[in-house]
């Protein structure tokens, strides 16, 4: 049908070894590869600019996932969700199709930014600088940021990149100057292009806001670095556990919990993602499901959602998703409705602009032109040497050997703490340190984490679980998520109630009393080895379990900062569970896949798993 926008990412006719142009991250890009970053600049920025009501404008692409509610190229609502304040957006979350919906959704955000910097490059004065950004534009595709990784050294873990307002290009008259930089802010222009397009809350800002002054409003970016720091070892070790140890497509993708959920099986890749929401919006445009995608770090974030699960699909290529029921209604998808991977992926038409994409059709991202460095499979004789590569490369990156990691990552962080993030630190050795083999017979250790679940909407608004281990100010919430004992949260993006001024709590929609009754379950895990391993290294406890007993505490906010009781969370439940982990010659982690839970650590806690209880 001629008058739907087909979804077909770039166009591309890979190479006769099947080689395909690559996503790379931000920093690479702006360190290697300057032609690219200076066009993705420039590109944004013409996106960003574009009228408000073209289908493929920024504004238009982004109010896909949430506000303000409409249809988007001709594909209306056949949901009741209005009716039982279910979630207006097209988006999926916490259902079988959270992956899957995102790929092609990125697909057109990239094809449109590709567009945009096709038509910059050709702006350039002709000659050699027009024929070398001409050239750079031919394999443009959009970066990720990798917020798991740590940051080289001496750079702040969310960088100047994304936090000033001003960025250095070479603008296409050819001079080198300062322009409004794309990646800060994206200027709404108009806040409400038709009336209502955002609640009351959102159109009091004219552009997007990271931790916003509950006062003021006023973006406080600063605020981003030391937070996303201070949990690194936690965010490191929950991704590389799931791209290593988790091994089917359900558990992995998306947060559902039910009573048949095992103890290996809290973790997600969607709980991680929620998090990343959580600490870089910090009540702000990243933090609402509603408003998320027009905050620009949106794009890069997920961007790293669908590269980690590219990776995974390398490493699981037989595991794919089975039926489950749509966890709430959307503009789409009706509450309870069956979603397998013949859905509709709404409103995403395919390549003949007459169907709609569908999850069986886009497992693979050749399908919409590209790959990532991590998963090149052409330069590789067959799929095991590929898979052993990847898996060597995600141990470098995130280092899955705890107790070499604790060296890079914990023991630095120590030391820096003060520091406003985390400085870098070469890949951590591949084998376990000489000065920590004792901890390790054979090579082998005990794997700690905690395991939360809650009802998602059970607060009426989004809420987190911070997890401690050791002294905390009790009586100071808003020092809580950048205090040295905190080892990390479960970020819970829960449905937004009615919400009074002043930031108070409002009553709760009709959906989310639905859901409080119905038990729509999340779960989410925070690893703790990294941070027991401090205390042992320091000469403290070794014998774990009244260590954590004495020790482990949580504590629960909402995303503007407000303590709510642990008591208040219907179906929370906090669990601490243990696995053997043993190292290979070749550094690679073996997880033994059997989890103990030990309840007396959390027993007569606020939430707690008592002895007898279902975790």
């Known amino acids: 049908m001629s008058g739907n926008i087909a979804v077909t990412g770039v166009p591309t006719t890979p190479d006769v070894d099947g080689a395909v142009p690559l996503r ?11 032609e690219q970053y200076n066009l993705f600049i420039l590109g944004l920025k013409n996106l960003q600019r574009q009228d408000q009501n073209i289908l493929t404008s920024y504004y238009q692409i982004a109010g896909i996932h949430g506000m303000p509610y409409k249809p988007w190229n001709g594909v209306g609502s056949n949901t009741n969700w209005r009716s039982t304040s279910g979630f207006g957006g097209y988006c999926t979350h916490s259902s ?17 930014l590709y567009n945009a910097v096709q038509e910059v490059a050709k702006r ?12 750079a534009a031919k394999t443009f595709r959009a970066p990720y940021f990798d917020w ?8 702040p873990a969310f960088p100047s ?17 300062f322009v409004s930089n794309p990646l800060y802010r994206f200027v709404f222009n108009p806040v409400n292009p038709s009336p209502g397009d955002f609640s009351r809350r959102w159109s009091r800002y004219r552009t997007t806001v990271r931790y916003p002054h509950k006062v003021t409003g006023r973006s406080r970016d600063s605020r981003v670095s030391p937070i996303l720091a201070n949990e690194l070892a936690s965010l490191r070790s929950n991704v590389s556990t799931l791209l290593l140890s988790y091994t089917d497509f359900d558990s992995f993708s998306f947060n559902g919990w039910d009573p048949y959920t095992k103890p290996s099986q809290f973790g997600s890749l969607e709980d991680v993602h929620n998090e990343i929401h959580d600490r870089t919006g910090g009540n702000g445009h990243m933090s609402s499901l509603e408003v998320s995608a027009f905050d620009p770090f949106f794009w890069l974030h997920h961007f790293n959602i669908d590269r980690l699960w590219a990776i995974w699909q390398e490493l699981n290529p037989d595991s794919y998703m089975s039926l489950h029921p749509a966890p709430y209604a959307t503009f789409n998808a009706a509450d309870g409705e069956s979603q397998t991977r013949d859905t ?12 709609f994409w569908t999850s069986s059709q886009v497992k693979d991202t050749h399908t ?11 330069r590789f004789p067959d799929q095991k040497s590929h898979q052993t590569e990847i898996r060597r490369t995600v141990v470098n990156l995130y280092g899955t050997n705890v107790f070499a990691d604790f060296l890079a990552n914990v023991a630095q962080r120590k030391e820096e703490h003060a520091l406003a993030a985390a400085a870098g630190a070469p890949a951590p050795p591949p084998t376990i340190p000489p000065s920590l083999q004792h901890l390790a017979p054979a090579n082998t250790y005990t794997e700690w984490v905690v395991n939360i679940r809650a009802q998602k909407h059970g607060l009426g608004a989004p809420f987190r679980i911070l997890v401690f281990l050791g002294a905390f100010d009790e009586s100071d919430p808003s020092s809580w998520d950048s205090a040295f004992n905190c080892v990390g949260r479960v970020s819970v993006l829960g449905r937004a109630g009615g919400r009074s001024g002043n930031g108070g709590q409002g009553t709760r929609c009709a959906r989310c009393r639905t859901h409080a009754v119905g038990g729509l379950m999340v779960s989410g895990t925070v690893p703790l080895t990294s ?5 042992i290294v320091g000469g403290g406890a070794v014998d774990v379990v009244p260590y954590l007993r004495e020790k482990l505490a949580w504590r629960v906010t909402l995303f503007d900062g407000e303590e709510r009781s642990a008591a208040e969370v219907p179906g929370l439940k906090v669990s601490v569970a243990s696995t053997q982990v043993t190292i290979g010659e070749d550094g690679l982690p073996n997880y033994s896949g059997e989890y103990r839970v030990w309840p007396e650590i959390t027993q007569g806690k606020p939430g707690g798993l008592g002895v007898g209880e279902h975790i």
């Open 24 to 34: 790379r991250e931000l920093r690479e890009l702006q360190r290697n590869f300057p």
């Open 96 to 112: 079988i199709l959270f992956l899957t919906w995102h790929r092609p959704y990125l697909a057109l955000y990239e094809q449109s």
């Open 124 to 135: 350039f004065p002709r000659g050699a600088l027009r024929d070398k950004y001409l050239e």
């Open 148 to 155: 798991a990784i740590q940051p080289p050294r001496g750079t």
């Open 161 to 177: 990149a994304l936090t000033s307002p001003k960025v250095q290009v070479v603008d296409v008259d050819g001079k080198t100057k």
């Open 344 to 355: 509709p992926l709404k409103p995403f038409w395919d390549k003949s602009g007459s169907k």
């Open 368 to 378: 919409f032109g590209y790959a990532y460095p991590e998963t090149q499979k052409w």
């Open 531 to 535: 941070a027991v391993l401090q205390d």
